[in-house]
């Protein structure tokens, strides 16, 4: 077995290095996954399954950090692991729409966006888009800055 160089639990390891059947098995995508974001998905599911609830993909630019994002949490919805996306991002991918756009190319489902701005804290519209994300069937997606 693989030394992770970090204590880690015989369960994570196990979850990390146990051959499983393919999550990818019935997922439609947007576009074809590349063998980067398939092997970082796929390590992402088994680290989720070992009990850790957050996790975040680490790419260089332009390497498909969002398409990646989505297509997991897509995987963790279908599994009723997951209920929601919460996004943090630099108030210039906000203001640039750069999750808006990802979300309406790579999502293949129905979503409902709510963007909160720190610069707009003091208003309360926000607060009330938020509510509104819960009371879908759709995925509730959370931009934040």
Excluded at 15 to 22: D, G, I, N, Q, R
Excluded at 79 to 87: E, P, R
Excluded at 108 to 125: F, G, I, Q, R, T
Aim: aromatic share 12%; proline share 5%.
């Amino acid at each position: 077995m693989l030394n992770l160089g970090i204590p880690c639990s015989p369960s994570l390891k196990a979850a990390l290095f146990s051959p499983k059947k393919s999550i990818f098995e019935g997922i439609e995508t947007a576009l074809p996954l590349y063998d980067h974001q398939r092997k970082a998905i796929e390590k992402c599911l088994k680290v989720f399954d070992s009990g850790v609830n957050g996790f975040g993909y680490l790419f260089e630019m332009s390497l498909g950090k969002s398409f990646a994002t989505i297509t997991t949490v897509r995987i963790l919805r279908n599994q009723g692991k997951v209920n929601f996306l919460v996004v943090i991002c630099p108030k210039t991918l906000i203001d640039g729409r750069t999750w808006h756009d990802e979300l309406a190319k790579h999502c293949l489902e129905p979503y409902k966006l709510c963007v909160w701005d720190s610069s707009k804290a003091k208003s309360n519209k926000w607060q009330i888009e938020f509510d509104r994300l819960f009371v879908t069937s759709d995925l509730p997606v959370f931009i934040v800055n």
